[in-house]
């Protein structure tokens, strides 16, 4: 009788095991389609399936279907495309969360055109309220303002214009602002106000324009400053924007230390959906200090989260003409740009952030600044070590230079969108020399055997990874123009533009174990397109929509909600 009872009992654990083991092999979701991998020992298949977050079945879609259970989602994309989740190497999460409450200067054909959307805002505010807008580009203007410096325009129209509100207006590429005459009186800046290093006041016959180059924007802060509170509205904002334009991980270039513990504390609750790569900005010596002496943060909130680089700013903007070049500008022989970052100093940052092996990531846009960054990388590149450094932007080059980054295993964290931008007004700051030579050079690294990861440095340019795949592909303007691209040997192959937004990015951020492919394994993060960006014409790249984003198996944005089951 007892052994009757015993067996009986075992058959019912085994048969409890047997169930159990069956829900744990039933995925949570089916996504069935057309769907690129990204791996080469099998480019494309018709169907994944997800368990807990993850990739578990990679393979056609029979075979997925024989997996489902009960519960499981299954997920038709019919005519769509599904991607890896796109990756976006080089955002400001902050700042696009703040652009969206800005006044939207993108786009103005004008100062008038600019001062008149700042009237417009400053209108439904109570007088002394802080204006802020973003995104003004005085190279893309039809004719330059009245009264302008160097094709700058000064303050005088704009304090005419709005003289009861601080206005605080950041340039399209970050590295300049404008103030009105009621903000620089609040700020104290005047005739004898002295720019920090590293920083212009732009001043015409004695007197403040307004316009504040690089570190001289530090002046500005205290009326751009915000709370942890508005820093976690900040995130929310940028996160929900990313999301909808198919943007699953996004590395934050420069973050902050209230931005820091707003990403912290949201991927603490779990209120983190895209998953954010964040680099600590060195010129926040506070937020730098305690990071170093805290040490790393990896994979944070269910890998929402990681903090293990540190990003310097080593010059300033082609637009601002403060990009640091080894010959003066073509159009202003008068100066070579300027160094934002003691290079001795980034040296001794190195040295002391070894022992954590902290990734370092220095801004550089022009030609000089490179050399100077790897010369300043060159003795800490030599031992083997996985150190993954970065240049952000890398974007104009000294002929020759090209190879170090190979050689030193640098990585170039570049934004073809910024030839589509910049590249009509660029070669008037360089040359066509210049231009021809060392610009834009994404064929030439890849060829060196350089990782080249792509980024749209939003705010600076929309988050918009298509229109990124489009400049990498086309070397074009959104315009089309010119015919055979920009340089068109520099062109990347649609499927090399793929990489540099998925794979490329997931080693720039050592996650290639993670994310840039389906893989079994891999995070079941998912970037689904209304058309093949490989196969479809080139004139219809652009009007490619995203359909879906899923972030760990979990659909985070959908175009049309009725669209999938």
Same mark, same amino acid.
């Given at each position: ?11 019912? *654990? ?9 829900? *744990? ?33 990679? /393979? ?11 519960? +499981? ?59 802020? @807008? ?12 009245? @009264? ?21 207006? $950041? ?25 920090? $290093? ?10 403040? +324009? ?10 500005? &802060?205290? %009326? ?5 509170? +508005? ?22 270039? @420069? ?17 983190? *959906? ?22 790393? %943060? ?46 001795? &100093? ?34 800490? +590149? ?17 002929? /020759? ?17 910024? %030839? ?18 060392? &610009? ?52 990347? *192959? ?16 050592? $996650? ?6 389906? $893989?079994?394994?891999?995070? &079941? ?41």
């Amino acid at each position: 009788m007892q052994r009757l009872q015993l067996l009986a009992a075992l058959l019912l *654990t085994a048969t409890a095991l047997i169930s159990c083991q069956a829900k *744990t092999e039933s995925p949570d979701t089916i996504v069935l389609g057309q769907l690129v991998t990204l791996n080469p020992e099998q480019p494309q298949v018709s169907a994944v399936a997800i368990n807990n977050g993850r990739f578990s079945f990679v /393979g056609d879609k029979a075979a997925a279907l024989a997996l489902r259970g009960s519960n +499981t989602r299954v997920i038709d994309l019919q005519d769509a495309t599904a991607y890896p989740g796109l990756i976006d190497a080089h955002v400001h999460i902050a700042s696009i969360g703040s652009a969206m409450r800005s006044v939207d200067l993108t786009g103005a054909s004008s100062f008038d055109e600019l001062i008149d959307r700042v009237v417009a805002r400053a209108g439904t505010l109570r007088a002394g309220v802080v204006v802020q @807008g973003r995104g003004w580009h005085q190279s893309k203007w039809l004719n330059p303002p009245a @009264g302008h410096v160097e094709g700058f325009p000064t303050h005088l129209a704009l304090s005419n214009a709005i003289p009861n509100h601080p206005v605080v207006l $950041e340039h399209a590429n970050g590295h300049s602002v404008l103030l009105n005459q009621r903000a620089m009186e609040q700020l104290g800046i005047n005739a004898d106000t002295i720019a920090p $290093e590293g920083g212009v006041i732009v001043m015409s016959d004695g007197q403040p +324009t307004g316009l504040l180059h690089e570190t001289a924007i530090d002046l500005a &802060a205290p %009326l751009q400053t915000y709370d942890l509170q +508005t820093a976690e509205e900040l995130v929310e904002l940028a996160q929900q924007h990313l999301l909808s334009e198919g943007v699953t991980t996004a590395h934050d270039a @420069g973050a902050l230390q209230v931005d820091l513990e707003a990403q912290w504390a949201m991927a603490s609750r779990g209120d983190l *959906t895209v998953r954010l790569y964040s680099m600590v900005y060195a010129s926040d010596e506070a937020a730098l200090s305690q990071w170093l002496a805290r040490g790393p %943060l990896i994979n944070e909130g269910a890998s929402k989260l990681t903090v293990r680089s540190i990003k310097v700013q080593a010059d300033g903007a082609l637009g601002s003409r403060t990009a640091w070049l080894h010959a003066p500008y073509t159009d202003a022989a008068n100066t070579s740009g300027v160094l934002t970052y003691d290079l001795d &100093a980034l040296s001794q940052l190195i040295q002391e952030s070894r022992e954590d092996n902290w990734q370092i990531n220095v801004h550089a846009i022009g030609d000089r600044a490179n050399s100077e960054v790897l010369a300043v990388f060159a003795p800490f +590149t030599s031992t083997g070590s996985d150190h993954r450094f970065r240049i952000e932007h890398a974007q104009h080059l000294r002929l /020759g230079d090209g190879p170090l980054f190979a050689e030193q295993g640098v990585i170039a964290s570049m934004q073809p969108i910024h %030839l589509s931008s910049d590249r009509p007004w660029a070669v008037d700051r360089l040359g066509p020399l210049r231009i021809e030579e060392g &610009a834009y050079l994404w064929r030439d690294l890849l060829n060196a055997g350089v990782v080249v990861a792509s980024g749209t440095d939003a705010p600076v340019e929309p988050v918009n990874p298509i229109a990124n795949f489009y400049a990498a592909v086309t070397r074009k303007t959104l315009k089309g123009t010119p015919e055979a691209g920009f340089e068109p040997a520099q062109k990347l *192959t649609r499927m090399e533009a793929l990489h540099a937004m998925t794979l490329a990015p997931a080693y720039a951020a050592f $996650e290639e174990r993670d994310k840039g492919s389906i $893989e079994v394994g891999k995070l &079941a993060d998912l970037t689904v397109l209304s058309q093949d960006l490989i196969t479809i014409p080139e004139t219809d790249i652009l009007n490619t929509e995203v359909l879906l984003t899923m972030v760990g198996g979990e659909v985070a944005y959908q175009r049309d909600e009725t669209a999938l089951p």
